[in-house]
């Protein structure tokens, strides 16, 4: 067909009408600055939650501009790193206590790494035999690169394996593993219970990177036994650009945490200036210098968007969207003009699309400048993210539309 079918087309928009009209979560579009756009970046940087600008404003003004120095007691500030990891732990299945929120999801990978093989190295001659680190092969690079320095400081070998050949490649050498729960690129949802269990069984600690699922979907830390993980607040939690990511340490776990960057934050006696390092209890011990207060307020502020929202119904319209979205791939877009990679079974996918196209980059200018966001991944990887708290279903069918009409004017 030279152009899209009107027929398709008008069914396709009833439905999608129709689903808007049923959609239990739509209200909470509301609750964002959102403009004609269809914003599908939200794995990338999450939309703005229309009160946080008042909250930032209170902040500025009265808390730093007014109240200045007080505002570490009155105004809670040095207790925001523990205070906002409870409020993100809920949404990773995480009892309270167990999160800190500061520093970049980079340096939390790395405090997490190089801590999980000193983990795995106590406890006797065992344990020392315990040098290697077994990272994702097909990570987020940055992952990469943390764990390749880890490997170095630790004296370990990198073992980098594609997640599904992780169980066979474990043994009495892992020390550490360290993997993606979705997959940056594909959407590609890895089986964080089996895996978790396949590291424990040999004996080894597992790490996991939750930037891709924190806020689309249940992932289980404590029901799975994970043993440490990180993320960003700037995806799926919109906590605002460069807002900063949280570590998980099991509560079982805490009181041997070693963090290979003890600073004064997570001192036992944070103000008794002493020269040695005696490490507070709790998660605490993740913390390293002072806060970034500013972006954790806006964090915190942001997170007021999950009160009263179910995880498991944000997962549910999640599928929901996606299926809608590929289905709409399918009957509009010229056959043979883009692949997905992205998996078909729920089990098996994140909450975004990954459609391989040869001009890939060219085409997401297009898009973005006929009003559909979403981003490119080198070579040749279209990505679209969605975030079932603002994005809708006529916004899915309209984004398929355009991306046909784009494709076949090229």
């Not at 993740?286 to 806006?298: K, N, Q």
């Not at 679209?384 to 004017?409: K, M, Q, S």
């Amino acid at each position: 067909m030279s152009d899209l079918d009107a027929a398709a087309v008008s069914e396709l928009s009833e439905r999608a009408r129709k689903l808007d009209a049923a959609d239990e979560l739509a209200y909470l579009r509301d609750r964002f600055v959102l403009d004609d756009t269809v914003y599908l970046d939200g794995n990338s940087l999450g939309a703005l939650p229309a009160h946080v600008p008042d909250r930032v404003a209170d902040v500025v003004r009265r808390e730093w501009g007014e109240l200045r120095i007080r505002s570490w007691e009155e105004s809670g500030w040095w207790t925001a790193p523990e205070r906002i990891g409870d409020r993100i732990a809920p949404l990773v299945g995480a009892a309270p206590g167990q999160i800190v929120v500061g520093d970049s999801t980079s340096v939390n990978v790395f405090k997490a790494l190089v801590a999980a093989v000193r983990l795995a190295r106590e406890g006797g001659p065992a344990g020392a035999g315990r040098d290697e680190i077994v990272v994702d092969a097909s990570t987020f690079p940055t992952d990469g690169y943390i764990a390749e320095s880890a490997a170095r400081l630790t004296g370990c070998t990198l073992r980098p394996v594609l997640p599904a050949e992780v169980p066979g490649v474990l043994g009495e050498r892992t020390a550490a593993v360290l993997l993606n729960h979705v997959d940056y690129r594909t959407g590609r949802l890895h089986d964080l219970p089996s895996l978790t269990a396949a590291v424990h069984a040999a004996g080894a600690v597992a790490v996991w990177d939750l930037c891709h699922s924190a806020g689309a979907l249940p992932v289980g830390l404590d029901e799975h036994g994970v043993d440490l993980a990180v993320g960003c607040t700037y995806k799926y939690l919109n906590g605002g650009p460069g807002s900063p990511a949280y570590l998980y340490v099991r509560r079982e776990l805490q009181s041997r945490f070693d963090s290979p960057l003890p600073g004064w934050n997570s001192h036992a006696e944070p103000f008794g200036m002493r020269s040695e390092y005696a490490p507070a209890e709790g998660a605490v011990r993740g913390r390293v210098g002072t806060p970034d207060i500013l972006s954790m307020l806006a964090l915190e502020a942001a997170l007021d968007v999950w009160d009263g929202v179910s995880v498991d119904a944000v997962r549910a319209k999640s599928l929901a969207l996606t299926d809608f979205f590929l289905e709409c791939v399918r009957e509009y877009v010229p056959e043979g003009r883009v692949v997905p990679v992205t998996p078909v079974a729920h089990a098996e996918r994140g909450s975004q699309v990954a459609l391989r196209c040869g001009d890939a980059g060219e085409v997401m200018r297009r898009l973005i400048a006929r009003g559909v966001v979403g981003d490119y991944r080198a070579p040749d990887i279209l990505r679209f993210g969605f975030t079932p708290l603002y994005v809708g279903f006529a916004d899915v069918e309209r984004a398929a539309r355009v991306l046909a009409e784009t494709l076949r004017e090229s």
